[in-house]
């Protein structure tokens, strides 16, 4: 195997060296996109999007948690109970994360 020459090194760092004057030629342009005029854009949503609460979204993301990810964790869990089961493995740890990813969805429709 060979070693990286200077050759190459010198090569790749001028394809870095024009990647990043390129960059930083376009970042102007990209972030006159989002220009609110003269006025700060502090607390402002902007055009086109709303301010969301950071309540809110955490909420949102309980919400999401608990009623999707623990409902399809604790189907893949029983399936994979049932793979180590088939193989004659043992299937405590799959039914434990199951039963307990089943509890958190129940705890999170409970709460609702």
Do not use: C, H
Request: no cysteine; glycine share 8%; hydrophobic share 55%.
């Amino acid at each position: 195997m060979k070693l990286l020459s200077w050759r190459d090194a010198r090569y790749r760092f001028a394809l870095v060296s024009l990647l990043v004057v390129v960059s930083l030629q376009l970042f102007p342009l990209m972030s006159n996109a989002q220009n609110l005029g003269q006025q700060p854009a502090t607390g402002q949503a902007v055009q086109g999007q709303t301010a969301a609460q950071p309540e809110g979204t955490v909420l949102n993301l309980v919400n999401w948690v608990g009623n999707v990810i623990s409902p399809v964790g604790a189907a893949l869990a029983v399936v994979m109970a049932v793979v180590s089961y088939s193989q004659g493995r043992g299937v405590a740890r799959w039914a434990v994360t199951a039963g307990g990813l089943l509890v958190m969805f129940l705890s999170v429709q409970a709460a609702q």
